[in-house]
């Protein structure tokens, strides 16, 4: 088996077996990334010396016996979190020289838990997009056919497991940012529960929605990195006092009992959606019938404020990036436009020549939806229609411990395709905006390709902390859906 | 509901962004279907509805207040694009 090929799971027994070293393992991926990376555009930066100078450190940390849960193992960061010393950019022009100093508390985890950093990747602008074809730097291309998106907005993370570049990425989700681009690019992304991981360090765009979460190439990985990001975080007054268990545990739940006695509740309003493309259909019943054959009991479930998910998400997240996007004022950090002779002049030059047209976008619809006269009828209504939307979550779960859905209403799209029509891109974010708005875990796992042979995942939630009942049903899932090919040629 | 182009302008002022006279019209025709679209709201019954919570969906958090060596000014303004030692510039405030 070639180094790329391996999981964190395989890479770590080998490492500690002293079979690989970490050296080679992150050599070998450096030169991947050197060959390919042209074609696939996954990174915004890379810290080629320092992953090396890490990975010497952690053969030398193997050799005396110091091993870690994740010591050797190299991994890409969306460059929305912030790296103590390296450039962290939010795909955005505002930021393209900004140097964080200090690390985020997820970063610093991975970091105590002795994983390489590789480098940093592409996203769109401050997370805002489904495609990555925001970003002020790179469009990302789909490793799969790279004619097509790879989803967004951790489309780089994604792209970067897909393609084999990394063993795993961190991503963010704020409305699907994780799931949707994993389901596109056929790798596993979680967003945990609200609270779950701190938020410490990653740059904020909605923050009552913003998630940091794992894409990975098996669900083992995932649960491998979650114990290590997941925990209380006095930096974030958000991040909850919840014991974390040993997420891989959930793995042994699957081998001893299968799937029997769980029970998975299917929304018939998701079904009924405008727009659902028949071979996602054809792909979400195939795994029904899986998650049934294993043992998982079905049944319908009704989220009756579905049809408000979209509308309701799209004035609460821009009001909340329109509050947290006020900072690039190009004072402290960042642009700064040179040209202007006043102080207010100064505001508005740099961040309209500093953000890009979609978080403009965004920032006037929160602008907007927040101003005298207006609030009642935006953010307040908002806020109301979501806590209808969390009601129907909680009212689910007393009937059922998971609920399937598609991950997306249609395989990945053509690079270009909606990128004039931003309304036509937010509606394709109508299955997974949902977890964002009621706090609860979600999972995207490869469950089968289009005709054009792209990948498309399904979607497991769970209740709030629950992400166990995601890792077993996922893992269960993927261990017997038997995909014909795992990854793409290159 | 349709917004106008003034209307634009005047939340762009609020927000301190400038839109270019030649994207003002698409940036208009944008906002426009995508707050037509979000008016869907209005039809949900939200009669006695409390507002979310949101972000502080707990209780509220407290921790001793101890205070910690800061980094220094040479790490605090490492960002800034203009500094006079350990002062950030910025232009003229004071007309």
Known sequence: MEYHELTIGSALDRLTRHEISSFELTSAFLARIEKYEGRIGAFITMDRDGALYQAKKADQDIAGGRISALTGIPIALKDILCTKGIRTTCGSQILENFIPQYDGTAVSKLKEEGAVILGKTNLDEFAMGSSTENSSFKVTKNPWNQEYVPGGSSGGSAAAVAARFCSAALGTDTGGSIRQPASHCGVVGIKPTYGRVSRFGLVSYASSLDQIGPITRDVRDSAILLNVISGHDKLDSTSARVDVPDFTKALDLFEKGSLKGMKAGIPKEYLSAEGIDPEVEKVFNHAKQLLTDLGVEMREISLPHTEYVVAAYYIIAPCEASSNLARYDGVKYGFRDRSSKDLIEMYKKTKSKGFGLEVQRRIIIGTYALSAGYYDAYYGRATKVRTLITEDFSKAFETCDFILSPVAPAPAFKIGEKTDDPLTMYLTDIFTLSANMAGIPGISVPAGYSSKGLPIGIQMMARKFDEMALLRAGYGFERNIGLSQKFPDL | ?95
């Open chain 2, 1 to 95: 509901m349709k917004i106008s182009k003034s209307e634009v302008e005047k939340i762009a002022h609020l927000a301190r962004l400038e839109i270019e006279d030649d994207r003002k019209e698409k940036m208009v025709e944008q906002l426009g279907n995508i707050l037509q679209y979000i008016d869907k709201l209005k039809d949900a019954d939200v009669d006695g509805v409390s507002l979310s919570p949101g972000a502080a969906m707990m209780n509220n958090v407290f921790r001793e207040d101890i205070p910690e060596a800061s980094p220094g000014p040479s790490v605090t303004l490492a960002n800034a694009p203009e500094r006079d030692d350990d002062f950030y510039v910025v232009p003229r405030i004071v007309k």
